[in-house]
């Protein structure tokens, strides 16, 4: 069975684990609905003589036939030197005829061959664990730990050999370790469940809206990241919606202190001071937003236009123009970019 992702963008270590647990594709988001297909098409197109002899030698070693998994090995090897894949193959052939040495040596040249690739390291540790050698184990576990860091039950292998290695305060480090990313993987759930909550409430009922809104930022509280900004950006919008541009400012401030160049954050803040009639401080933090993201107005017709209100309102009536002209290059018939042109000449 294939398994395609279509996410948001994500952090290289997530990237990293998605592929661990079985991800046959990671698909990030925005993208266009041709680029999507072809990416799909990309990851279910039927494999090539090389895939199928990989195969073949899989299905080898699974049924015991260890020696014509590796004349399997040996062919792919032929075709293409050093190939990760077929060295895996030959690994698992080698153990299971119980050559442990050449299975290692097998391991290892896929691991250098490889890079960034889990498996070979995996077999490595699975090797050791099997031969009892705890320490060269927990080596190449850690190993494991270092290119995909978010596998919780990894973390609490590694403990468990430091305790049967009588290392005991290595052992609290990572078990502790682990407890602080299962806490956080469970407060992301939380998050995601009282966003969702959030939206369903901000129309009709804004302060239940902020109410969940701040219970999902509360659950984080320690463990705030940038995944959180949006969160912080919701619940100002939230704010807003309730004349409560003050304490909008607020949150967006602490956002701020978690990604301090982020321009979203800045043309929130100008928008909110904006609703609080404070037009210079406005002109201030979208001056800001702007510096950091030139492109923030091409988001929409709308952003464009709030910019452009932004700048009127602060007397800067030429930029107010070129950004009203500019909404209108994103859409012709924007009649609040026209009526406000036609005011302001």
């Not at 999507?36 to 990989?54: H, M």
């Not at 896929?110 to 960034?116: E, I, M, P, S, W």
Request: proline share 3%.
């Amino acid at each position: 069975m294939l398994t395609i992702i279509l996410t948001n963008e994500v952090a290289r270590e997530i990237l990293i684990y998605l592929h661990e647990i079985g991800a046959n594709n990671v698909i990030t988001k925005p993208i266009s609905a041709d680029m999507l297909i072809e990416k799909i098409a990309f990851t279910i197109k039927p494999r090539g003589q090389l895939g199928d002899l990989i195969d073949t030698g899989k299905k080898l070693n699974e049924n015991g036939k260890f020696e014509e998994a590796r004349a399997i090995a040996a062919k792919i090897l032929e075709i293409k030197p050093g190939s990760p894949a077929a060295l895996l193959l030959l690994g698992d052939a080698y153990k299971g005829q119980g050559r442990m040495e050449e299975a290692l040596g097998a391991f290892t040249e896929a691991a250098k061959n490889g890079k960034l690739f889990l498996d070979p390291i995996k077999k490595i540790a699975d090797l050791h664990k099997e031969t009892g050698n705890v320490k060269e184990e927990t080596k190449y576990l850690e190993k494991l730990d270092k290119l995909s860091p978010l596998n919780v039950d990894r973390k609490i292998a590694i403990g468990d050999n430091y305790m049967a290695l009588g290392e005991r305060d290595k052992a609290v480090g990572i078990f502790d370790d682990a407890i602080k990313l299962a806490t956080k993987e469970a407060m992301a759930q939380v998050g995601r469940v009282t966003r969702t909550i959030a939206d369903r409430c901000i129309a009709s009922a804004p302060e239940l809206s902020e109410k969940y809104l701040r219970q999902s930022l509360e659950a984080k509280k320690g463990m705030l990241d940038k995944s959180d900004i949006e969160t912080f950006n919701r619940l100002g919008i939230t704010l807003r919606k309730q004349g409560k541009w003050d304490h909008a400012v607020e949150e967006y401030r602490k956002a701020l202190k978690i990604s301090p160049n982020d321009a979203g954050l800045y043309y929130n803040m100008a928008m909110a001071h904006g609703e609080g009639r404070q037009f210079q401080d406005a002109y201030n933090f979208l001056d800001k937003a702007l510096r950091i993201n030139p492109d923030l107005w091409s988001a929409n017709e709308t952003v464009c236009f709030n910019i452009a209100m932004i700048y009127y309102r602060a007397a800067k009536k030429e930029q107010a123009a070129d950004f009203l002209q500019k909404a209108l290059s994103i859409n012709p018939n924007f009649e609040r970019a026209k009526a406000m042109l036609r005011e302001m000449q």
